[in-house]
């Protein structure tokens, strides 16, 4: 079993400051394999008919119980948010944490009828903490979902990611009453897989897709919401400059995109003209993991001059940056010296695949992939 020595740690602090904790990821992330570690007092699973009793009488069932409460797969039963709301504010000892892989309702619903009462924590697949700084590239190929990164070999991950794909399109997505057929969203997602990294145009794609740029985007919105696909948002704070103003989008999970790209091993992810793409999209996921911010608490920045930065994000009211490189040894670019000038920069972060963290520039570090803790330390680490 792989430890989650810092979901574990997260979780636990949420729910010694809310009574209602979501743990919020993708299917087969290893929500229900976590909670089972926190040693709850009581565990219901809203897709087990012998929990029922959740749907005929939640009051009942709930109300008497102490100790920390799981509840899984909370997107079967919304309406418990409201029993959930009460509950919380009554003050006995019970903590409830909550299981759910569909966020838009579920975050909708939790954070409008818990306001103040619910503390969300994402799980996606395996960290690089999680499964040690030597399996960084098998961690990279397959992705970190737990059945594919183990599996015993490169072809059994990628059957399993195929596999995991046909199910999320055949049915996780019907569940949010999408009428759309499978084949299309497969060659949607696959398209987007082609412009991971990418601030594509939605109009073109909606063109060569046969639909229209508001298809598009609900399309994105349907994959953003299941943990997918993350679309960052341009910076938009008036720099004086010309702003891209579109998202970015990423496969977040690479083994996921490799199986979308058709590749398997190694070697075909290396020679595939998408491999700097998604070794840096990889160590964003990675650093986002660290600084431990909500998705709209992160951006890109983007000028239509070229200055450009990967991922922007506020610490004690000063932003800072990092910039993913697949290069043995980063050097400063004019891009790097403009968004430092733009953005009057705290710090530039450089991450990069090789062992050693070093100051490249006045504010700006290389950082190994190895040292990303120190992305979240304090001003100039
Ligand atoms: N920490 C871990 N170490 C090893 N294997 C794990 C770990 N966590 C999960 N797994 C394996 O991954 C698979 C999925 O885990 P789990 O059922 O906990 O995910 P889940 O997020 O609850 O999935 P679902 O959304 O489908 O309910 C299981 O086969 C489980 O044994
Ligand atoms: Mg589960």
């Given amino acids: 079993m792989v430890a989650r020595n810092r979901d574990t740690k997260r979780i636990r602090r949420l729910l010694g400051i809310f009574p209602v904790v979501a743990l919020l990821g993708p299917r087969q992330s290893g929500k229900t394999t976590l909670a089972g570690q926190l040693h709850a007092d009581h565990y219901f699973d809203l897709e087990s008919p012998a929990d029922q009793i959740l749907f005929d009488a939640p009051q009942r069932a709930l109300g008497p119980l102490r100790g920390l409460i799981v509840l899984d797969e909370i997107q079967r039963n919304p309406a418990l948010f409201s029993l959930l709301r009460v509950l919380a504010d009554e003050t006995v000892d019970r903590r409830f944490l909550i299981l759910g892989s569909a966020s838009p309702d579920l975050v909708r619903h939790g954070a409008e009828t818990l306001a103040g009462r619910i503390g969300f924590h994402y799980l996606g697949g395996f960290s690089l903490e999680d499964v040690g700084h030597d399996s960084a590239e098998q961690l990279w190929i397959r992705g970190g979902f737990p059945r594919s990164f183990l599996a015993e070999d490169s072809e059994t991950s990628r059957i399993w990611r195929d596999a995991f794909i046909q199910t999320y399109l055949e049915r996780d997505i019907s569940f949010y009453g999408v009428s759309l057929p499978p084949g299309a969203l497969r060659r949607f997602w696959t398209m987007v897989a082609h412009y991971s990294g990418q601030v594509p145009n939605f109009s073109e794609i909606g063109r060569s897709f046969g639909v229209s740029d508001t298809t598009v985007r609900h ?122 000038q733009d953005l009057n920069l705290d710090h530039l972060f450089v991450i990069y695949p090789g062992e050693r963290t070093y100051p490249m520039a006045d504010q700006v570090t290389a950082v190994s992939i190895r040292d990303l803790e120190i992305c979240r330390g304090a001003a100039g680490a």
């Fill in 219 to 340: 399309y994105l919105d349907l994959l953003e919401g299941t943990f997918t696909v993350r679309l960052l948002q341009p910076w938009s704070i008036n720099v004086g400059k010309r702003l891209v103003k579109r998202p970015r989008i990423y496969v977040r999970d690479t083994g996921l995109l490799h199986a979308l790209l058709g590749l398997t091993h190694r070697r075909d992810v290396l020679s595939h003209p998408k491999a700097a793409a998604s070794w840096e999209g990889f160590a964003l996921e990675q650093l986002v993991g660290i600084i431990g911010k909500r998705s709209e608490e992160l951006y890109f920045y983007r000028t239509h001059a070229g200055a450009e930065v990967d991922l922007l994000w506020e610490k004690n009211g000063r932003l800072r940056a990092a910039e993913m490189k697949l290069s043995d040894a980063p050097r400063m670019s004019r891009s790097m010296h403009n968004v430092l």
